[in-house]
């Protein structure tokens, strides 16, 4: 069994992933009866990854600041950059695609029983409350725009402690991280769960009648994916960007996609970035950040399901609007983490823009929970890798400038 278990180990992650992808298909074709016993290991699974994602990102923050150098530069800035361009990017691209693509719902109820926000203050104002949140209460309620708030100011606080605390906080990190490596370790099991659930209870017959919008919707996040972010990843590093790609997808977006929650795919980001050899300074804090403002999914969802509404209703957009409803969509994606819902219940706040009553917007609403199978394991998929894409780039180009610098210092020397 010991034997077993070290040949399974020095299989990579993403294949044993993949084998637990087939078992998971092979069991839901063949012994669907079994679901009780087989779907448990993916619910254990997510369930592990938000249990251990809070304090995870807790003490990696503090230990993280708190034994920052003076002098030592983080690329935080740079990466807030690439996460707003790549959401702009993507609530743009999903407007061309709506036009180009126009798609037209019947629309369904069955998101009579939850409220969106009224407006962008009500998003913003959410937010900020997050921020100013009980820190216990954010950690049990995995509120990581609260938990990143506070463990940055106790992280500050902390810079000045001795010794002897931050070497205490630092074994509570690698502790944490630890925990974190085994919970990964258990991930081709989970996904084998996951899958299994997936196709027993859901299947995929009911989206059938909603398979245009879904092409639209996917094909915008595969174009973003596989187009867009690597145009903005060649920009910074001037070389091919597609193994940076492919890892990010492979690594992180694979998990994303069944877990379908940023935030379960916090360590496996975290653990992504380790193998990437960044800097722990800055992924600790871009990272959990990446979970909560890095949306390009969101912003696709919101704008091609409010254009979806103005097709059916007939009503015509100029240009002006729909840049404006870009615009509005990254804006309103960036909050999504901060509204009960997430991006499906800021549709309503977009489809407002074009005057669309409430009660329309609400159906619209109810058809994305119908497709919602899909379109928010593709969200999360490309929200999430995307966190460790850009991450690795503004470090990759830091160093990139770093060496370019040492080149032209020694050829001055030289001369």
Same mark, same amino acid.
């Given at each position: 069994m010991g034997n077993f278990v070290d040949k399974w180990n020095q299989i990579s992650l993403a294949k044993r992933i993949l084998i637990g992808m087939i078992i998971g298909i092979i069991l839901a074709a063949t012994v669907p009866e079994a679901a009780n016993w087989v779907?448990?290991?993916?619910?254990?699974?997510?369930?592990?990854? #938000?249990?251990?994602? =809070? @304090?995870?990102?807790?003490?990696? @923050? +503090? $230990? %993280?600041?708190?034994? $920052?150098?003076?002098? $030592? *530069?983080?690329?935080? #800035?740079?990466?807030?950059i690439l996460y707003g361009l790549s959401t702009i990017i993507a609530g743009f691209i999903a407007v061309i695609a709506s036009f180009l693509f126009p798609v037209t719902l019947s629309l369904a109820t069955g998101a009579g029983d939850v409220t969106p926000p009224s407006g962008i203050i009500e998003?913003?104002?959410?937010?900020?409350?997050n921020v100013v949140d009980n820190p216990i209460h954010a950690i049990l309620n995995a509120n990581y725009i609260g938990i990143l708030a506070? /463990?940055?100011?106790?992280? !500050?606080?902390?810079?000045?402690?001795?010794?002897?605390?931050?070497?205490?906080?630092?074994?509570?990190?690698? /502790? +944490?991280?630890?925990? @974190?490596?085994? @919970? !990964?370790?258990?991930? =081709?099991?989970?996904?084998?769960?996951l899958v299994f659930e997936s196709i027993v209870t859901s299947g995929f017959s009911t989206l059938l009648d909603y398979f245009k919008l879904l092409l639209v919707l996917i094909g915008c996040m595969l174009f973003i994916a596989l187009i867009a972010n690597p145009i !903005?990843?060649?920009?910074?590093? *001037? #070389?091919? =960007?597609? =193994?940076?790609?492919?890892?990010?997808?492979?690594?992180?977006?694979?998990? %994303?996609f069944f877990t379908r929650s940023s935030a379960a795919n916090i360590p496996v980001n975290m653990s992504l970035c380790e193998k990437l050899g960044l800097d722990e300074d800055t992924y600790s804090v871009s990272i959990p950040l990446g979970a909560t403002v890095n949306m390009a999914g969101a912003a696709v969802t919101i704008s091609v399901l409010t254009l979806a509404a103005v097709h059916t209703l007939g009503i015509q957009v100029d240009l002006g609007t729909a840049l404006i409803l870009s615009i509005l969509s990254a804006v309103s994606a960036a909050g999504a983490s901060g509204v009960a819902g997430g991006s499906l219940l800021l549709i309503p706040l977009a489809c407002s823009l074009f005057g669309i009553s409430n009660d329309v917007a609400m159906q619209v609403v109810g058809v994305g929970f119908i497709i919602g199978v899909l379109q928010d394991s593709c969200e999360t998929a490309l929200n999430s890798s995307s966190d460790a894409l850009f991450t690795a780039t503004a470090e990759y180009a830091k160093r990139r400038k770093e060496s370019v610098k040492t080149i032209a210092l020694k050829k001055t020397m030289i001369k």
């Amino acid at each position: 069994m010991g034997n077993f278990v070290d040949k399974w180990n020095q299989i990579s992650l993403a294949k044993r992933i993949l084998i637990g992808m087939i078992i998971g298909i092979i069991l839901a074709a063949t012994v669907p009866e079994a679901a009780n016993w087989v779907s448990i290991f993916g619910g254990l699974f997510v369930g592990a990854l #938000k249990a251990v994602a =809070p @304090v995870l990102v807790l003490f990696i @923050v +503090i $230990h %993280a600041i708190s034994k $920052h150098r003076s002098g $030592h *530069r983080t690329n935080i #800035k740079s990466i807030l950059i690439l996460y707003g361009l790549s959401t702009i990017i993507a609530g743009f691209i999903a407007v061309i695609a709506s036009f180009l693509f126009p798609v037209t719902l019947s629309l369904a109820t069955g998101a009579g029983d939850v409220t969106p926000p009224s407006g962008i203050i009500e998003v913003l104002q959410t937010l900020l409350f997050n921020v100013v949140d009980n820190p216990i209460h954010a950690i049990l309620n995995a509120n990581y725009i609260g938990i990143l708030a506070w /463990a940055i100011l106790l992280g !500050i606080a902390l810079r000045n402690a001795n010794e002897t605390t931050k070497t205490l906080l630092a074994n509570l990190s690698d /502790a +944490i991280s630890q925990l @974190v490596k085994w @919970v !990964i370790n258990l991930a =081709p099991i989970g996904i084998m769960g996951l899958v299994f659930e997936s196709i027993v209870t859901s299947g995929f017959s009911t989206l059938l009648d909603y398979f245009k919008l879904l092409l639209v919707l996917i094909g915008c996040m595969l174009f973003i994916a596989l187009i867009a972010n690597p145009i !903005i990843v060649f920009l910074f590093l *001037r #070389k091919n =960007p597609y =193994p940076l790609v492919f890892t990010c997808l492979k690594e992180s977006g694979i998990t %994303a996609f069944f877990t379908r929650s940023s935030a379960a795919n916090i360590p496996v980001n975290m653990s992504l970035c380790e193998k990437l050899g960044l800097d722990e300074d800055t992924y600790s804090v871009s990272i959990p950040l990446g979970a909560t403002v890095n949306m390009a999914g969101a912003a696709v969802t919101i704008s091609v399901l409010t254009l979806a509404a103005v097709h059916t209703l007939g009503i015509q957009v100029d240009l002006g609007t729909a840049l404006i409803l870009s615009i509005l969509s990254a804006v309103s994606a960036a909050g999504a983490s901060g509204v009960a819902g997430g991006s499906l219940l800021l549709i309503p706040l977009a489809c407002s823009l074009f005057g669309i009553s409430n009660d329309v917007a609400m159906q619209v609403v109810g058809v994305g929970f119908i497709i919602g199978v899909l379109q928010d394991s593709c969200e999360t998929a490309l929200n999430s890798s995307s966190d460790a894409l850009f991450t690795a780039t503004a470090e990759y180009a830091k160093r990139r400038k770093e060496s370019v610098k040492t080149i032209a210092l020694k050829k001055t020397m030289i001369k």
